[in-house]
Structure formats: C-alpha cells, structure tokens
C-alpha cells in the first residue's frame, strides 16, 4: 500500500504547499474524495475478509457437529433396525403361539362339548339310578336291622369264647430260656452294681457314728442274717471291700426276689390271701386254668393296687435305703444322711434299672408264661452248701460243703402239672441255681475291735 494512502494528512500539507493556486486545490479535493473512497473500500473490504473467515469457522464446526450428528443417527438406525428386526421375529413368535393357542382352544371346546353331551348322558343315568337306590335302601334298611340283630348277638357269643379261651390257653408269650436270660441280666446287674457302690465309698468305723452303727446293725440282721452282719461289723474292709459288695447283692437279691414273687406289691394288704388262694386252685385244677387264673389275677391286682410309677419310686426309695443301711453297719465313714444324698445321685439311676428288670420278671413269670410255674429261688443263710441245688459265689474255691453266709444271685425253677384229678403228677426242674457266698470266705480277713461309744 503507498504511503500516501497510510498518511494521507501528511500527503495534502505536501500538495498543498506545491499547488497553491486554484486548480491544484480542486485537483487536490478531487484527490481526497478518491483517497477517502479507496479507504472506505478498504475498510469494507477488511471487514467482508473478517466475516468471511468468521463464516469459514463457523462452518467449519457446523461441520464437525453435523458429522457427529450423522455417526450418532447413524448408529441409532442401526440399533432401531436390530430393534425392529428383533420385535419382527418377536411378533411372528407371538403369532405363532395364538395360532397354537387358536387350535388348542378349539380342540378344549370340542373336548367340552363331548364332556357335557356325556355329562348330560350320566345326569341321566344318576336320575335313573337314584330312583333305583331309594328301592335297595328301603330294603336295606330292613336288612341293616335283621344284621344289627345277628351282630350283637354274634358279639356277645365272640366276647364269651375269647373270654374261655384266653382262660384255657397254654401259650406262652415268653420261653424258658427267655426267662433265664433276664433273670441272669438282673444278676449282672446286681453284681456290678454292688462292686461301683463298695469301691465309691470309704469304711473305717468312727466312734461319733455308733448309734447309727447299731441300729444299721440290728436293720441288717433281719434282712441278711445275723451271720453276714456279725463280719460286717468285725472285719476291716478299708483295703479290701468285698464283704461289703457280697452283702449288698444279698441285700438286693432278696428283694429283687420279692418284687418278682409279689402279687400286689402289698397295696391291697394280700399278699398271703392270694398266694393261699392260687396254692388251692394249683392243686385242684388243671396247669392251663391255674396258670391263666394266676396271669389275670395277678396282672388285675397290681392295677387296683397302686399306680405304676407310685410302684417304681417308692421300691427304689426303699432299695436305696436297704443298701444305705448296710454300709452303715458296715462302718461307712459318712453318716447316714450325708451317705444317702451321695448314693441317690450316684446310684439312683443303677438302682432304677435293677427295680425295672425285677418288675420285668414279675410280668414275664406272673403273667406271660402259664403253662408251667416258674419262681425265683435263693439259699437261706445258715444252711448247708448243697452243689446239686446252689452254686458257690467264689468259683474257684473248689468247695464242696460248708455253710450258707448268704445268695449272691438268684436262680429259677420251673413246676409244671400235668394230667388232673387224681392221676395230676408236677414235675419240677431246676433251670438255673442260685449263687452263695459261703461264711468261710471271710477266713483270713483281718478282724478289729468292736467301736464304743463311751
């Protein structure tokens, strides 16, 4: 660009000290308009290039925003056409499955139309027969009386020969060998659980317990025997309690024995009256009513008498205060009520069993064998050692003879009456014998001095 256009200002001052006439200032007018145009285009012309070049950028991102705009559409044709192709299979699915459903309609309809023409048919069939049955139940009902009739009567016929044969019958619910097998668990028992009760307590007699001692003593001697108590009260049992375990199974035999020979456990106070009455009806009648009148007055007397679990606690009380009171004879270093507390919850459990299996055999001799008699047999102290009808408690001794201290395990025998009248015979075996410690098992244990209480 000529400098003259960038300092126009300058460039007339210079002119105008050249021309100084007129017509140079016209020409020099006419010079500025041209100058002032050519500066106005200028101006126009700059600013249509700054528009176009703002117009250019402009574009330019319009551009870019359109591109993107068209990728994004793009994409969502493409996502919109899987769509559409998705719900195209959808709907063609669909409209197979209503055709499916369509037929499987119209095969229920059928299926309906067949049910009610037959339903139709069988309402029908139930009117007919409904007027049939009000006939039969007319009739029936004459027939329901006549058989009520011959129903109560047959009842009572069946109640009377269930009842004689129940009475005449000989079989037995359990064998002989049954028999023996729990009365040799009982004796189990019994021994092991008078060796636990001698080895859990202490024995060494103190002079502060000799009142309990001496009535521990004379309770002893009624039950075991004076014999059994005299050594108990004598010997030292402080390294060996053996004497102590033989006399609390003979304790506890004996009345194991009771509680299987009772009749009503002593609740109804006859005891001996009923032992009489079946000892009459043994020998007047035949095994198959004795053994069955023997069952069902045994089984009826202890009902009447007392109720099961009264029974069952009140022998285990008793037992356990038996067993008590021997080792109080025999010097236990507790007194009896301290020695009572530790035995109950030690023992009690043990003692419960033994009460359970001898009332088990009570059951199973009194009432489920009839065809024979089967009791619990024992020794009596003081008498002689007999190898054919009793063993020794100490096998290995080899003994022979000797006297009886007391029984260590009970036995079982068996009586059966065959024949009646005056032809009857019994017959008696002996299925098991019961044990005995003989007194002389005691030789050699060391004695002491009786304990005064002065």
């Not at 003692?351 to 089967?374: F, P, Y």
Request: aromatic residues 6%; contains cysteine.
């Amino acid at each position: 660009m000529c400098w003259w256009l960038r300092k126009p200002r300058a460039f007339f001052v210079w002119l105008k000290s050249l021309f100084r006439d007129v017509k140079a200032e016209e020409r020099l007018l006419e010079w500025k308009k041209k100058a002032e145009e050519e500066e106005r285009k200028r101006i126009s012309a700059e600013d249509k290039q700054k528009k176009l070049e703002l117009e250019y950028q402009v574009s330019a991102q319009d551009k870019d925003r359109l591109k993107t705009e068209i990728i994004r559409l793009t994409n969502n044709l493409k996502k919109a056409s899987k769509e559409a192709d998705e719900i195209q299979a959808r709907l063609l699915q669909e409209q197979g499955e209503r055709e499916k459903v369509q037929q499987e309609r119209f095969k229920l309809q059928n299926e309906h139309q067949k049910l009610q023409q037959d339903l139709n048919s069988y309402q029908q069939q139930l009117q007919m027969r409904e007027t049939d049955k009000k006939a039969l139940k007319n009739e029936l009902q004459a027939i329901q009386t006549k058989f009520n009739d011959q129903t109560t009567l047959l009842n009572d016929r069946t109640r009377e020969l269930r009842g004689a044969q129940a009475f005449l019958s000989t079989a037995d619910t359990l064998s002989g060998a049954e028999v023996m097998r729990l009365v040799d668990e009982l004796n189990q028992e019994i021994m092991q659980t008078a060796a636990f009760i001698s080895d859990s307590f202490d024995f060494a007699r103190k002079p502060e317990h000799i009142d309990e001692i001496k009535e521990a003593s004379r309770r002893t001697s009624e039950l075991i025997g004076p014999a059994m108590t005299s050594l108990l009260s004598t010997v030292q049992h402080g390294e060996d309690p053996l004497l102590i375990q033989i006399a609390l199974q003979a304790a506890t035999v004996e009345f194991s024995r009771w509680i299987i020979m009772t009749w009503d456990f002593d609740g109804l106070q006859a005891e001996q009256p009923l032992a009489e009455i079946y000892g009459d009806v043994r020998e007047t009648e035949s095994q198959a009513v004795s053994g069955r009148w023997r069952a069902l007055t045994r089984s009826h007397a202890q009902k009447v008498a007392l109720l099961e679990a009264d029974v069952h606690s009140t022998m285990v009380a008793h037992i356990s205060d038996t067993l008590v009171v021997v080792m109080i004879a025999a010097g236990c270093t507790k007194n009896y009520d301290d020695a009572y507390r530790e035995f109950t919850m030690k023992f009690g459990e043990r003692v419960s069993n033994i009460v359970r299996m001898a009332a088990r055999l009570n059951k199973a001799m009194g009432e489920e064998v009839t065809s024979a008699d089967l009791w619990p047999t024992h020794a009596v102290a003081g008498e002689r050692f007999d190898t054919d009808s009793m063993k020794d408690f100490d096998e290995g001794s080899g003994a022979q003879s000797g006297v009886v201290l007391c029984t260590t395990a009970l036995g079982l025998q068996r009586s059966e009456k065959i024949g009646n009248g005056e032809g009857a015979e019994s017959r008696t075996f002996t299925l098991a014998k019961p044990k005995v410690a003989l007194e002389a098992i005691a030789d050699g244990m060391e004695r002491e001095a009786e304990v005064s209480g002065d």
